[in-house]
């Protein structure tokens, strides 16, 4: 009998072929897929290069995503894309993404059933752990790893300790998945995770739809994770029926699995909250802190760009008009979310609240285009950093918040909740 | 793999700003990052670092920025190990992708004095003070590891997988 493991090591194990691998062992695992964007991958190709490799381990299992500057913002990143595009093109690789298909990459891999529940994977962008929200042990590596990674679909880890969140009960009004991990933020540090995979259990989470989950798995890195993992149930069955592109692969932590720590949290305790510059863990509830004036608003990116995002937004926007002196930068994350907010009437709502509607990319979220910030301006974003110039000069403030809480603050010029509006 | 050399000593949460400041990212270059190693917290460790010496720190060695410039410059300097309580986490990953040996071993770090010549056999995981005679037992790597520092790092050490699978 092997150990009792948790679900991070077990798909590492399987992954290893070993009966049972313990935390801090160093392992070889074979990858489902690499992952990278228009930024991280042209180093890849070039150490895919150095390696004298000629063809990718298999055309099928790399994905390329050019979503940070594209549609591409200066000849810069143009070039950069252009790198991505004539490599997927030369090595036959089956998933890239042009303008026009392409979404942010975390929101459109488990949209289009190309990430799997079970699956190991490794990406270029530290954002990657957003695939443990459907089951998959998937991690942020340089450019140097995804590289080799192309070459041998293979990876070496160092088997992380777990830390175990059960978050039991209801939610209070306004409050969602968001700030659910924002709060985790709060309590355990922007360090608090680190080297660890954090697991989520509990009702709450049972009760939250795989877009929370997937918010929630996103941010592991803003506490040092190196993954965030969700139990696959009927939810991520459901969310992936006739989409999956492999067959699923669901992995359960035993009930005597060895945890590092466990941390139960009441659910009526996670009020609304924001986190405040310049770091993800300095939460403060919205209601402490609605003397702060914003410039901005941006609903999208990887972490709060999904349908129910779009939805949560919408239904505060309805009939209200944008402060004048706020700019509200809407950003479905995927063409699928676009044309679903089409569909569902919510484009109007956007387009008559005097909200800005962008093409998928990151854009702002990195302080890349489409929104960046001004010497001293002040945004309240749906995105997942803060840090200090994290969306344009460097004494502009960004303030993350839930996409409820963001569209109510542009409504009222100032962080606010959706029932201040009324 | 036998390594010695004369020990620098340093605290904890070394952070990858001052084992290679940012204003030196714009090269590269091993030999030219060499030039500046530690130099915000040891001015002058690049003029005492000869070739094989030993860097032992505290807690947490590495910490902070993703750039794989740490771990080589430190490389470059000459230093052919890093013993220290705990490194950080993309510290640890970027030392062995670019074939630099580093060791966990918190009895070493509180024993081992700053001076004192050290070798150690990093197959093994066997650290011995040979000012002081004592010895200390690291948890060694698992040969693939091994493998990958004795090549040289990742890049090299896949390169020569994928040449000998064309059988070159
Ligand atoms: S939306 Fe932001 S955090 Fe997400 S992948 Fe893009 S730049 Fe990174």
């Known amino acids: 009998m092997p150990r009792p493991m948790t679900m991070a ?91 026009g298909c392409m979404g942010i990459e975390h929101a459109l891999l488990p949209e289009q059933g190309v990430v799997v529940p079970g699956d190991l994977i490794i990406g270029a962008d530290s954002h990657t752990c957003t695939y443990g929200g459907i089951g998959a042990f998937a991690t942020g590596v340089g450019s140097t790893d995804a590289g080799v990674g192309y070459a041998t679909g293979r990876a070496w880890f160092k088997v992380p300790r777990t830390l175990r969140f059960v978050i039991d009960g209801e939610l209070p009004r306004y409050s969602s998945a968001k700030d659910v991990i924002l709060h985790i933020i709060g309590k355990i540090g922007v360090d608090g995770a680190l080297y660890a995979a954090m697991e989520f259990a509990g009702s709450t989470v049972e009760a939250m739809s795989v877009e929370g989950r997937l918010t929630i798995a996103n ?25 999956a592109e492999r067959p699923i ?11 590092a720590q466990v941390y139960h949290i009441d659910a009526a305790d996670i009020v609304p909250c924001v986190s405040w510059p310049h770091l993800p863990s300095n939460t403060r509830p919205v209601a402490e802190s609605r003397d702060v004036d914003i410039d901005q608003a941006v609903i999208g990116s990887c972490t709060n760009g999904r349908i129910e995002d779009m939805r949560a937004a919408a239904d505060v926007l309805r009939g209200r008009r944008v402060d004048p002196w706020v700019r509200c930068i809407v950003i479905p994350a995927t063409q699928a979310v676009w044309k679903q907010c089409v569909d569902e009437g919510l484009m109007d709502v956007f387009i008559d609240a005097g909200c800005a509607v962008s093409t998928p990319t990151c854009g702002p979220c990195l302080g890349g285009y489409m929104g960046v910030l001004a010497d001293g301006e002040r945004c309240i974003s749906t995105t997942n950093r803060n840090f200090v110039g994290r969306m344009g000069a460097k004494t502009s403030e960004v303030y993350l918040a839930n996409p409820a809480v963001a569209a109510a603050s542009a409504v009222a010029g100032h962080i606010a909740l959706p029932s201040d509006l009324d | 793999m036998q390594l010695r050399g004369t020990v620098h000593r340093f605290g904890r949460d070394v952070d990858t700003d001052v084992i290679i400041p940012a204003r030196y990212l714009n090269t590269s270059d091993p030999a030219e990052l060499a030039k500046h190693c530690m130099e ?125 699978k064309r059988g070159e």
């Open chain 1, 249 to 259: 692969v669901e992995y359960h932590p035993d009930p005597d699995a060895e945890y």
């Open chain 2, 40 to 164: 915000d917290i040891d001015a002058d460790f690049v003029a005492r670092v000869k070739p094989g010496d030993i860097i032992v720190a505290e807690e947490n060695f590495g910490c902070g920025s993703s750039r794989e410039h740490a771990p080589v410059a430190i490389k470059a300097s000459g230093v052919s190990c890093v013993i220290a309580k705990s490194f950080a986490r993309i510290f640890y990953r970027n030392s062995i992708n670019v074939g630099l040996p580093i060791m966990e071993c918190p009895e070493a770090v509180d024993a081992i004095s700053a001076g004192d010549v050290v070798d150690v056999d990093a197959d093994a995981g066997v650290i011995r003070d040979e000012t002081t005679g004592a010895q200390f037992q690291a948890q060694p790597f698992p040969p693939f590891i091994q493998q990958i520092i004795a090549d040289g790092g990742l890049v090299e050490h896949t390169r020569r997988q994928l040449a000998q």
């Open chain 1, 9 to 99: 090591e077990k798909i590492l194990a399987r992954h290893a072929h070993l009966d049972e691998v313990v935390p801090g062992q160093l392992i070889e695992c074979d990858l489902d897929l690499v992952l990278s964007n228009d930024i991280t991958a042209p180093i890849a190709i070039k150490t895919f290069g150095e390696l004298g490799a000629d063809r990718v381990f298999d055309p099928t299992r790399i994905c390329l995503v050019p979503d940070h500057y594209a549609p591409n913002k200066d000849i810069k990143s143009a070039e950069q894309t252009k790198c991505v595009r004539d490599f997927a093109r030369a090595q036959g690789i089956t998933h890239y993404w042009e303008v």
């Open chain 1, 219 to 243: 941010m592991a890195i803003e506490a040092g994770g190196k993954a965030g993992l969700f139990e696959v149930d009927d939810k991520t069955r459901a969310y992936y029926a006739g989409t």
